[in-house]
Structure formats: structure tokens, C-alpha cells
T-cell receptor, first 111, second 113 residues
């Protein structure tokens, strides 16, 4: 039973355009949401997070949006750059097990 | 700080053999996590420790898996006996909190043939 779902295994976006990665969760008790980025042969690294008391958090080209009523969050990257090509994991906190991760979305930025 | 250090980076072993994965967390981090990454299931939490004490091992797949943290600077994940379905990348992460600020190691890619 997946508590965190990233329904797109991969996403291809043209360089310079906006990349939108989506994540859905099932438990309304989750109160902290994070995005991690992972390059091949490396561990995931923290990218951006948002608390449940906010609906938007922005850091440079990266913005995370949270829709609590829909139990949905998204990561926007604009403009997309070749170095953004990576696997992006959505993670949630507030349950009993530390962070729970989605399966990841492989973002490919095309020149 | 060298970050979270995992060894080995790659491990190839035969079915039935014992495998030991090692992790050195960041000094001062109270939490240590072991995750397994597969294509089918993404990143799964296997077990985590707080102050060297196992808190939740409900993610450990079966009795063949065991984890220890004898001190604040070292943890092991052991699989005995190993099976081909254990093939995955195993990540260790440490943190000051159980909810954020995780730093991951580079992972151990395990292949059981």
C-alpha cells in the first residue's frame, strides 16, 4: 500500500521550459514534505521542502506547491537546465517511520 | 566533513553467501537510516536507529536481514543467506532529526548471482 505516489516514472522536458513533477500522498497526518534529487551512482540529496502550514515555497528556479485538500504536491523547475536531469524523489514526514519516499520520477532535459 | 560513508560501493556475491554492508554516519547525527532502492519499490526504509538503538525495523524484509549499530560512528546491515532478489542499491542516511535534514551516502550496489 503506497503512501506516497509519483505516477510518472519519467518525464522529458525541453531545455528552458518548465518541468513539473507531481506527488500524491494518502495520509493527512503528514506535515512536512521534501524533494530529493538523485544523480546516477550517488545518494539522494535534499532539494527543497515545505511545511504543511504553507502552500508554496520557492528557492531560485525551484518551487514546491502543496495542496493539502487534494493531498498533492508538485515541484516546478523553471527554466529547466541540462544539469536538472536526474531522478526526483518526493518524501513525506509525520508518520511513524521517518521519511517515506515515492518511487521517483526520472526527469530528462532535452537540449 | 566527509559526509556519510558507505562501503563497499559495489558487491557481487553468490546466492547463499553472507553479505555485510557498512555505514559511517556524520558525526553528531543522532539518527541513522538504512534504505533499499529498487525499480519496483523505489526507496524503502528498512530500519532506523536513534542514538544507536533500533527504533523501527518493520521494513526489514525477513529474518535473513539484520542491522546493528554498536556505536555512534558505525552501523552494519547484514544479509545471511543472500538471495538474487536482494539485488538492489542500499543507502545509509544520517540526520539530526527523523523528519528532515537527511544526508545520504553514495550507496552500495549489491548483486547476488
Amino acid at each position: 500500500d503506497q503512501q506516497v505516489k509519483q505516477n510518472s516514472p519519467s518525464l522529458s522536458v525541453q531545455e528552458g521550459r518548465i518541468s513539473i513533477l507531481n506527488c500524491d500522498y494518502t495520509n493527512s497526518m503528514f506535515d512536512y514534505f521534501l524533494w530529493y534529487k538523485k544523480y546516477p551512482a550517488e545518494g539522494p540529496t535534499f532539494l527543497i521542502s515545505i511545511s504543511s502550514i504553507k502552500d508554496k515555497n520557492e528557492d531560485g528556479r525551484f518551487t514546491v506547491f502543496l495542496n493539502k485538500s487534494a493531498k498533492h504536491l508538485s515541484l516546478h523547475i523553471v527554466p529547466s537546465q541540462p544539469g536538472d536531469s536526474a531522478v526526483y524523489f518526493c518524501a513525506v514526514a509525520g508518520g511513524a517511520d521517518g521519511l517515506t519516499f515515492g518511487k521517483g520520477t526520472h526527469l530528462i532535459i532535452q537540449p | 566533513d566527509a559526509g556519510v560513508i558507505q562501503s563497499p560501493r559495489h558487491e557481487v556475491t553468490e546466492m547463499g553467501q553472507e553479505v555485510t554492508l557498512r555505514c559511517k554516519p556524520i558525526s553528531g547525527h543522532d539518527y541513522l537510516f538504512w534504505y533499499r532502492q529498487t525499480m519496483m519499490r523505489g526507496l524503502e526504509l528498512l530500519i532506523y536507529f536513534n542514538n544507536n538503538v533500533p527504533i523501527d525495523d518493520s521494513g526489514m524484509p525477513e529474518d535473513r536481514f539484520s542491522a546493528k549499530m554498536p556505536n555512534a560512528s558505525f552501523s552494519t546491515l547484514k544479509i545471511q543467506p543472500s538471495e538474487p532478489r536482494d539485488s538492489a542499491v542500499y543507502f545509509c542516511a544520517s540526520s539530526l532529526s527523523d523528519s528532515y535534514g537527511y544526508t545520504f551516502g553514495s550507496g552500495t550496489r549489491l548483486t547476488v548471482v
